[in-house]
């Protein structure tokens, strides 16, 4: 497996478009040295659903039983209401356009919060209404992943940063770069808080990692090689692992992939 570990933090500063802010905040929290290797985290796959093909999934995040999933590929851009165990779309807002991306969302006090990539544009939605934003937030990096700890918007924009952000007027509160042992881990994409932690998808991975959201400190690591049969990945179509969204009421983790034809529901052991 390939992961993409920047030599020096200033490389991964560097990767950001928005370099010359990241290297001049103030908020940005400064790792400790000497940082333990991820611990290996294993599960158990306790169900497969169907998954929409034509999803290219950036986004994913379950709520009240009903999973909602945000796609890019710019006019195929998306956000969408499914029933999740049939991989049936109940709904959908089609939100691209040749120069709008949709990427990554999350809910927070009955808010959808979507994510584009390069417009610097944050949609809002009333959880009743996914048909038309409420409002928009300029969001002055890339967009990749987003996520909550009930107080906090977490962002990712494809570097080793992670942004806290204030969900009322989207400002940056705080910084923390994502550290492993080997250095600055950059790429990091789709975000879920599971349970005090973030976790993280991988870029063109089939990892997720485990970030403790104080330090930046990746503390575990799980593997989601060769999920898919060989017959069920189409070539030029099945596209990156990517989505992670949590029950909390079953303790599982759903994952999939752009285009993936299935949904995978999970336990850690």
């Not at 990749?144 to 940056?172: C, H, M, Q, R």
Request: with cysteine; proline share 4%.
């Amino acid at each position: 497996m390939k992961y993409f570990f920047s030599l020096l933090f200033v490389l991964a500063i560097i990767s950001c478009n928005n370099s010359e802010n990241n290297e001049t905040d103030p908020t940005l929290v400064t790792p400790k040295s000497g940082i333990a290797a991820p611990v290996t985290l294993s599960y158990n796959i306790i169900a497969q659903h169907p998954h929409d093909t034509s999803a290219y999934t950036q986004g994913l995040q379950l709520f009240n039983g009903k999973m909602y999933e945000a796609t890019g590929d710019f006019e195929n851009s998306s956000l969408r209401l499914t029933d999740f165990k049939t991989g049936k779309v109940e709904k959908i807002h089609p939100m691209g356009s040749d120069k709008i991306f949709g990427e990554g969302i999350t809910i927070l006090n009955n808010k959808i919060y979507q994510l584009t990539w390069q417009s610097h544009i944050v949609y809002v939605y009333d959880i009743n209404d996914i048909t038309k934003p409420i409002k928009t937030f300029n969001w002055p990096y890339e967009g990749w992943g987003i996520t909550s700890n009930g107080t906090d918007l977490i962002v990712s924009d494809g570097t080793a940063n992670l942004y806290f952000v204030n969900p009322e007027d989207f400002k940056v509160r705080s910084t923390i770069s994502v550290q492993t042992n080997q250095g600055p881990l950059d790429s990091i994409n789709e975000l879920e808080y599971i349970n005090g932690f973030v976790y993280a998808n991988v870029y063109t991975t089939d990892s997720i990692v485990k970030i403790d959201p104080e330090s930046g400190h990746v503390v575990g690591l799980m593997e989601f090689n060769n999920m898919l049969q060989p017959g069920e990945f189409i070539q030029g179509r099945t596209n990156y692992f990517n989505g992670i969204a949590y029950d909390s009421t079953s303790n599982t983790i759903f994952v999939t992939g752009k285009r993936w034809p299935k949904l995978f529901e999970i336990k850690l052991n």
